[in-house]
C-alpha cells in the first residue's frame, strides 16, 4: 500500500482534477455545471458533493492526490475486515489477503489510477449495514454516500427487503437533506441539475464504451446505440426486484454484506454508466464467497473467476481492443466485453441458494410480529 500511495503522485488521476473543479466552483461561487478538468470531463455529481470536494480544490495538487490516495486505502481495508469473520487473529490474516488481493483488481486499480470515490462510497454502505455505526444512525452514512453519487440510493430498497424501515428513512432524509443544501447553495445550478442533467447518461460518458459494463452498456453495444427502453427497463426492474427477494432471504440469515452486495450488483447492472471502477463491489464479494457453506464449489470457481478477470484486466483484452466502442468482429467478443456484468449476476445467483430455508422458517416461527394498537403503537408481546 505504500507503492500505492507513493505511485499516486506519478498518476495523472484526471477524475480529481474534475473533483478539484467542482470543488474550486463551491469556493468561489462560480457555475458548477460549466467547469471542466483539463481533458474536458464535466462536474456529473449533485450539487452537495461539490462542497464536499472544497478541501481537494483547497489542497496543493500532491498533497490533495496523497490525501485521497491513503483515504482510499483505508477504506480498502476497512471493508475488507468488515468483509470477513472469525476470530481476530484468524480474522485479521483473512483481512491481510483479501487486501493483496483487491490490490490485484482492476477496479481498485482504476478507482486510484483515476483519482476516484468508489472505494469510499462502498466504505460508507458496507460500514452503514454492518451497524458499526449503531441502530440510532442507521442509514446516514448510506445517505451520505448516494448525495455523492446517485447509485448507492438504491439501497433504500435494501433497508425496505431487510425490514429496517427506519434505516430506509434515514437513507431517505440524509439524502433529500444535502440536495436541500446543494438548493441552498450559490453556485450550484440545482434545478438545472435535477430537471435535466441528472437523467442524461451521454453527458458522463458514451455508453456503448467498453468500460460501462451494465446491462444498458451492453445492450447499447449489441444495438450499435442506444437500447430500446422496452427492452433494458422491464429486464433491468424485474433485475432489481429479484436481487431485493434474495437480498431479505440473506439478511433473515444474518448474511447483511452478502445481502448488500447482491443489491450492490444489481443497482450497478441497472444503472445506464456503470464504469469498471464502479465495480469495486467484487472486493467484499469476494470475501463473502470464502464464507459460503451450501453451495461452496459453486462459490469458490467464482471467486477464482473473479479475481482471475479482474486481475488480468479481462475486460479490456479479451474485448474488441480495436474498438472499444462495441463493434464485434467475433462472437465470443459481445461476451467477454460485458465480463463484470456476468460475473456480478453470478454472484446473484450463488447467493440465492445460500439462505438455509429452515433458518428463514425458524426466524419467521419464533420472531413475534408486532401488533397495532388503537393509537397506532407497534405492541410486541
Known amino acids: ?48 458533493a461539490a462542497l464536499l470536494f472544497a478541501p481537494l480544490a483547497v489542497l496543493p495538487l500532491l498533497t490533495a492526490k496523497i490525501v485521497l490516495t491513503c483515504a482510499s486505502l483505508a477504506a480498502l481495508v476497512r471493508v475488507c475486515w468488515l468483509s470477513v469473520a472469525g476470530p481476530s487473529r484468524r480474522r485479521g490474516r483473512r ?21 476516484q470515490v468508489n472505494l ?7 460500514e452503514d449495514v454492518s451497524s458499526a455505526v449503531g441502530r440510532r444512525f442507521g442509514g446516514v452514512l448510506t445517505g451520505i454516500a448516494g448525495a455523492i453519487k446517485l447509485v448507492p440510493t438504491g439501497f433504500v430498497l435494501l433497508y425496505l427487503a431487510a425490514g429496517r424501515r427506519r434505516d430506509a428513512v434515514r437513507t431517505a432524509a440524509t439524502f433529500v437533506g444535502a440536495a436541500a443544501i446543494g438548493v441552498l ?15 442524461q447518461p451521454d453527458r458522463v460518458g458514451g455508453v456503448t464504451y467498453l468500460g460501462n459494463q451494465s446491462l444498458y452498456g451492453v445492450l447499447a453495444r449489441a444495438a450499435d446505440g442506444q437500447p430500446p427502453g422496452w427492452l ?19 439478511w ?25 471502477h464502479h465495480w469495486v463491489w467484487f472486493v467484499p464479494a469476494v470475501g463473502t464467497l470464502w464464507q459460503v457453506r451450501r453451495a461452496r464449489r459453486a462459490a469458490i470457481i467464482l471467486l477464482a473467476t473473479i479475481i482471475a478477470a479482474t486481475a488480468t484486466y479481462a475486460v479490456w483484452w479479451l474485448g474488441p481492443l480495436s474498438d472499444v466502442f462495441g463493434s464485434h468482429t467475433t462472437l465470443v467478443e459481445p ?47
Do not use: K, N
Open 95 to 115: 483481512a491481510a489477503v483479501l487486501v493483496l488481493l483487491a490490490l490485484c483488481m482492476e477496479p481498485v486499480h482504476a478507482t486510484l489510477g483515476f483519482g
Open 1 to 48: 500500500m505504500a507503492v500505492s500511495v507513493v505511485l499516486s503522485a506519478r498518476l495523472e488521476m484526471i477524475d480529481l482534477f474534475v473533483y478539484r473543479a467542482g470543488g474550486d466552483a463551491a469556493v468561489h461561487a462560480t457555475a458548477l455545471y460549466e467547469v471542466t478538468g483539463p481533458d474536458g470531463l464535466p462536474f456529473t455529481y449533485p450539487p452537495i
Open 185 to 199: 447553495l450559490p453556485y450550484a445550478a440545482a434545478w438545472q441539475y435535477w430537471t435535466d442533467l441528472a437523467y
Open 335 to 381: 461476451v467477454l466485453g460485458a465480463v463484470y456484468l456476468l460475473l456480478g449476476l453470478a454472484y446473484i445467483v450463488v447467493m440465492m441458494f445460500e439462505p438455509d430455508p429452515q433458518q428463514i422458517w425458524h426466524r419467521a416461527a419464533v420472531v413475534p410480529r408486532p401488533e397495532r394498537t388503537r393509537h397506532g403503537a407497534d405492541v410486541v408481546p
Open 120 to 126: 469510499l462510497v462502498m466504505w460508507l454502505v458496507v
Open 232 to 250: 433494458w427497463l422491464p429486464i433491468a426492474v424485474a433485475l432489481v426486484g429479484a436481487a431485493c427477494h434474495i437480498a431479505t432471504q440473506l
Open 252 to 276: 433473515q440469515c444474518d448474511l447483511r454484506l452478502a445481502a448488500t452486495c447482491v443489491v450492490g450488483f444489481a443497482m450497478l447492472a441497472a444503472s445506464p454508466i456503470s464504469w469498471t
